[in-house]
Every structure is written in structure tokens, then in C-alpha cells.
């Protein structure tokens, strides 16, 4: 059974093709920095390889490129798209009604909707992928996979805010997200540690970030909340402030509140801070001295460390941390700035293996530290395909 997971982020698409169930890659690609002059296709299948770079306005666009590079007669890995049994896709906002994988109908595809303004950067991508998808395979099934689901074991006394309870019975609540790949790389790391009796923080950093407490496989707490704007510093988003701040720039400094709710989703963060989104181009700028790039790589280390030392006390100990996601698997500097001083938790690195090369794990503990530092490659496509398989083989 071939199953095509898209994985639509706020700027990048990322795709695999599978042959379920034994998990062979037919084809992969990711398309990044959606919207900008410089967005990046690259892709690779059994057949050959293709890269290009070209201006990709929005995620339709992306969405049909990859679309024909999957029945390609050069680089395709099938011969047209009726091959495909059924596309996965990930859905970051499921609220309270998701917690399980589902197929797409009219009524799902409204809840999507409803939820576009509680994430505004994904959600409405994440449709639009599914939409798109209706019409270019329409003869395979639409599965979603919600990044809220893995969440929906933390318990009320942490996904509950101090707000009046009428505000909470209708539905205001710390809801998580990346599911997906905390729950993927979680699995990793307990089969590493050879125990499912563990405590583990998974920290997820990419253009969004997030941490996530999990004790004996189950998610306890998370960084996000109601929305995946709040907790750690991120590219666009900045993560946890006061929210009187809101007002403040509203009453006082006159700003609208549409200007407010893009300034601080889609201006701030890494972004607001350095004028750059992408890491790679902050620590460049950094190890040449600016001064901007060099303070904020250090508010991101530092906010991370502030939530390692929050969930070490939520569950009284600790097995091991996972760096993963596109900076977490890369960038061994923001690694290294983490960890740092974090030796009377345990945690301590070895800092020659930090700079290995990753394939799947790679241990970076020092010898004698207490608690494994894990860097492993997250794979949400292939937990949706998986999720997506053993959902159609039940009907």
C-alpha cells in the first residue's frame, strides 16, 4: 500500500512517500521558505534526484510541484497518482475533539476550520494541503493526524488555566503540540534506553518550538498551550510574554490588535530579534560578531534550559533529554549553549561527539553524566504513514 504523508508547516512542506507496511521511502523532498524569493525545492526518489530554486508564493503552489515531481518520468517514484491508497496528512490544531487519527470528511474539514485561530500559521495550511490533495488524488483516501493527540493524557491540573471556569468548559486550555514527533523520537529513546518505564524531555526545535514532559511514554506537561505561540523563542513566534504586554501596545502605543497578533507570531522571535528567521544565517552572523545574533542565540538557550529545570521538578527526576527537529538534529552550537552549567541536573555532554555527524541517534552524554543527552532524527512522515496504515487495515 503506497501512502504519501504531507507534512505542511507556516513555511516549508515536507513529503515522503511510503510502501506500507515495511516502510520504504519511494520518495521524499521539502520544500522551504514558502513565500519568499528564495524558497528551495529539493527532491529525491528511487529514480533520481532534483533540486531547484525558484519563487514559490503559498503552499498550493508548492503543493502541485511536488505533486508532478512524484509521477515524473525522470526523477517520479510512481507512474500516476491513482497508485497512491491514501495521503496523511498532519494537522497541528485538533482542539478537544481529536484525539485520535481520523478520515477526512466535509465535518472534519469545518473543525479545521474553526480552529484557524488558534493556529494561524498552520492550520490554515494544513487545509489547504488536504484540499488540494482531494483534487489531485482523488481516488485515495485523506487521512489527518493531529499534533494535539499525544497530548491529551496531560492532566487537568497542567492544562488548566487560572481563568474563571466558564472560560475553561469552553474549551480555553493548554492543548500541546508536535505531537507527532515528540511521540516518534520518545519511542527512539525508550527503545535506547531499554525501558518504557522512563523520564524523558523531548525538545522539539525547528521554526517552531516546544518541550515536552513524558513520563512511561505518556505526556505529562508542554511548553505550548492553547495556541502554538507560547513557551520557547522561536523563529517568528515569541513565545512566552506578559500578556499585559497586549494591552499595553494596544491602549498605549496605539497599535490594532490584527498588527499585534502578527507582530507577535509573525515579527517576533528569532526574527524580531536578529532580523533573521533561519538559524543558520543568525549563527553565521553571530560567530562574526553581531551582537544581536550572539544575545539572542543566548535568551534561546537560556529559555530552554528554564523549562528542562520546570519538568526535572514536575516529575521528580530524569532518564534522558532528545534534541530533535531541523535545529535540534543540526545545530550542535545551540546544543552545546543548552546544556551548559547544567551538570547539577545531570546533564553534561561530551562535546567531540556533539559535533558528529547524526543518522538516526546520536548519544552526546558525557561518560559519566547521569542523564542521556540524545540527539535523534524525528520522523513525523513515517508515524502519520504508520498512524495512516493501521487505520485503513482496521476497516
Not at 154 to 177: C, H, M, Q, T, V
Not at 202 to 212: D, F, K, P, R, V
Not at 249 to 259: P, R, S
Not at 327 to 336: D, K, P, T, V, Y
Request: charged letters at 25%; hydrophobic letters at 40%.
Amino acid at each position: 500500500m503506497n501512502i504519501l504523508v504531507l507534512n505542511s508547516g507556516s513555511s516549508s512542506i515536507k513529503y515522503q512517500l511510503f510502501q506500507m507496511p515495511k516502510a520504504v521511502v519511494l520518495a521524499s523532498g521539502l520544500v522551504e521558505r514558502v513565500g519568499q524569493k528564495d524558497a528551495r525545492l529539493s527532491h529525491k526518489s528511487i529514480n533520481g534526484k532534483k533540486e531547484l530554486e525558484a519563487e514559490i508564493p503559498d503552499h498550493k503552489t508548492g503543493l502541485k510541484l511536488i505533486a508532478d515531481l512524484i509521477v515524473d518520468k525522470e526523477v517520479g517514484a510512481i507512474k500516476n497518482a491513482d497508485e497512491i491508497a491514501a495521503v496523511g496528512h498532519r494537522v497541528v490544531h485538533g482542539g478537544s475533539k481529536h484525539g485520535d487519527t481520523t478520515k477526512v470528511d466535509n465535518k472534519v474539514k469545518e473543525e479545521i476550520k474553526e480552529l484557524f485561530s488558534l493556529a494561524p500559521l498552520h492550520n490554515p495550511a494544513n487545509l489547504e494541503g488536504i484540499e488540494i490533495a482531494e483534487q489531485i488524488f482523488d481516488k485515495s483516501a485523506q487521512v489527518v493526524v493531529f499534533d494535539t493527540a499525544f497530548h491529551q493524557t496531560i492532566s487537568e491540573k497542567a492544562y488548566k488555566y487560572a481563568i474563571p471556569n466558564k472560560l475553561s468548559d469552553a474549551g480555553i486550555r493548554l492543548y500541546g503540540f508536535h505531537g507527532t514527533s515528540h511521540k516518534y523520537v520518545t519511542k527512539k529513546a525508550q527503545e535506547y534506553l531499554g525501558k518504557t518505564e522512563s523520564k524523558i524531555i523531548s525538545i522539539h526545535l525547528g521554526n517552531g518550538c516546544s518541550m515536552t514532559a513524558i513520563e512511561n511514554g505518556k505526556s505529562v506537561d508542554h511548553s505550548m498551550g492553547f495556541t502554538p505561540s507560547q513557551g520557547l523563542i522561536m523563529g517568528t513566534r515569541s513565545g512566552d510574554i506578559d500578556h499585559s504586554l497586549i494591552f499595553y501596545m494596544v491602549d498605549t502605543l496605539g497599535y490594532e490588535l490584527d498588527k499585534v497578533n502578527k507582530l507577535l507570531t509573525k515579527e517576533s522571535g528569532m526574527l524580531g530579534l536578529t532580523g533573521h528567521s533561519d538559524l543558520r544565517d543568525i549563527q553565521k552572523a553571530a560567530e562574526a560578531g553581531d551582537e544581536n545574533c550572539i544575545l539572542a542565540l543566548e535568551m534561546n538557550a537560556y529559555r530552554i534550559k528554564k523549562y528542562i529545570g520546570s519538568y526535572v521538578a514536575a516529575m521528580n527526576g530524569l532518564d534522558a533529554i532528545i534534541f530533535t527537529a531541523g535545529i535540534g538534529e543540526n545545530s550542535s552550537f545551540l546544543r552545546a549553549k543548552t546544556c551548559e552549567q547544567m551538570d547539577y541536573l545531570g546533564i553534561e555532554i561530551n562535546a567531540e561527539t556533539n559535533t558528529q555527524k547524526l543518522d538516526s541517534l546520536l548519544d552526546i552524554s558525557a561518560e559519566n553524566a547521569k542523564v542521556k543527552t540524545l540527539v535523534i532524527a524525528t520522523n513525523e512522515e513515517l508515524e502519520i504513514a504508520s498512524q495512516t496504515y493501521r487505520l485503513l487495515s482496521l476497516k
